[in-house]
């Protein structure tokens, strides 16, 4: 069984972080100890990105020092003196250090620094060889000539297998989009190797730098605009050496505007270019120079807020800036979540995954992290693409979010709320969500045929026509409109809006599920090394003997769809037969009215929290039971109980809570806290899709 693999690139700006990525993505699913190693790195002073990106992204909690050999200097400066094998030796030593805390490490090969490219693709097959790792190809394929790029790729291979190595597959990235069937079907037709080649084309975000990329290179100083800005892509760069009015005529989408601090005309009139509609919109500023604007300026630019486009402060002139950022590469950072969703999504989307994990042996972990678990979700909602309905289009959260899930391939998506709205916020964030569908309720072809329906269900109330299809024009009641019609396969909402306003339209429209009597919530609390269902921490109060049954009956049924073994444990302040009182009889009563209607359910009640949870506990109060210790779903007896517990549990054991989710409706719709971040929709909405895959099965 495979511990290692080697990311062996043969060239510079190859894509390797991209590579990485993906790579840690399918790992982390399936491995419990994983670890990054790189023989070489450029720097000591400055934390490797590679190293960095993959210790915050994926949680590798090891020392930086322990993930790196040698730096670039310490490297050359041994090959002075020493043959290459005392580098190899000092290599390995500290590979096998860090492989003894590791399931599977991820070796990742040299830059190719100018002055030793010559001689780094040798290195790094000797080194692959030396650590004893499987190596993935990793070539760029962005040359015009597509016959060299095949040629160039084939003579790579052959290389590899003359130096001994074990080659696991072949990727060549960042083919033109136009080239990348030619190339695809030219390997294809003729690749006399067993192990597999994959063709990606280059995705135009991967290519630009970001303008918080270029303000970190630089060394610049943030003086406007919204930090989430910084995010932008720059396509292209402009010097403004011209008057306003003809410099206008050259700025194009994405253009990067480069000019000293007193240029206040071409600041001004590059903020009103983005806030026109007929002109394009900038990627950023740089006034260069180290020149500030003056006063009034100052205080025009603060008293507009949080623009959407970044003023940057940079110390070196106009020409040198220009210069520094045309040679600066186009990297994948730490928090730049569009980068790294668009390299995680076209990963999949080009890779099969399955077989690459058949060619490097990975054994699956029996533990379950949290990261396990939410990658996870993505992994089963991209298997099967569900439409999930966004009622808060104009939300900033939201458009992040659906552009993350869209490059991903999670799922298909609609926008609601006003065109022309949502349009200018994704204007203005300066995202890609050209694959979102985007409706307006008021205006919508859909909205007589959705009032007439909803006239239909709620006449008994005493509405009227036209009061039924006014209600449509809510964005909240047109989604759940849509979820009920079969349009889309569920919706997420609630970023904006009450719970209330979210939840009142399902039980209008889609109302329960058949045997269930109540809608209810449960939250998945991952733990350091499982995960478990708490329910209902959100929606009921006091649940009747019934109402809790159902809930358990609904979350031993969530717990199964998201591949959680439902044991579920009827929480009280008493175990077994220890007390009496009203409270603990409800749950008596519940348990048994659970048993009777679900008797292939592993269920136990009343029991106490630590009777559910700890072994040791439960061989002294509960013996024999095939619950006791060892609940994966926890039903409490109310709302108090539950709310309080699971934020306990949250912030006690820094456990990562995800819900509250919905069950108990015929269609999955659920709820997002008012004050929820871009991971905990994107998270939500992975959840919905894979409910709604559920219904459908």
Partial sequence: MSDSLYIGTIGPRSGKTFVLLGILELLSRRVGRLGVFRPIISDSDEPDNDIELAQKLFGIDLPHASMYALTHDEASALLKDEPTSVILKKIFNSYRALQRQCDFVVCIGTDYVAETAALEFNFNAQLANH?????????????????????????AHDAFEEGGCTIAATLVNRVAAEDRDTVNALLSDDWPHEDPVWVLPEDPLLKFPTMGEIMRKLGGELLYGDVAALDRAVRDVRVAAMHLPNFLEHIDEGSLIITPGDRADIVVGCLAANLSRSAPSVAGLLLTGDLRPERQIDQLLAGLGDLSVPIVLVSTDTYATAMHVAQLPASIVPGNDRKIAAALGLFRSYVDLDEFERRIEVSRSTRV????????LLERAAANRKHIVLPEGTDERILRAAEILLRRGVVSITLLGDAQAIQEMIGKFGLDLGDAAIEDPANSSRLDDFGATYFELRKHKGISEQAARDTMTDVSYFGTMMVHKGIADGMVSGAAHTTAHTIRPSFEIIKTAPGCSVVSSVFFMCLADRVLVYGDCAINPEPNPEQLADIAASSAATARDFGVE????????????SASGDEVEKVRQATRIARERHPELLIEGPIQYDAAIDAGVASKKMPGSEVAGRATVFIFPDLNTGNNTYKAVQRSAD???????????????????????????????????????????
């Fill in 566 to 577: 439902p044991r579920v444990a009827m929480l009280s302040y008493s175990t077994g037969e």
């Fill in 369 to 376: 992290t949290p990261m396990m678990f939410e990658y996870e």
């Fill in 131 to 155: 650590l004893g790792c499987p190596v993935l190809i990793v070539a760029k394929g962005d040359k015009p000539d597509v016959e060299e790029v095949v040629e160039t790729i084939r003579l």
């Fill in 655 to 697: 456990a990562v809570a995800i819900g509250p989710i919905l069950q108990g409706l015929n269609k999955p719709v659920n709820d997002l806290s008012r004050g929820c971040k871009v991971a905990d929709i994107v998270n939500t909405v992975a959840i919905t899709a894979i409910q709604a895959q559920a219904d459908a099965s």
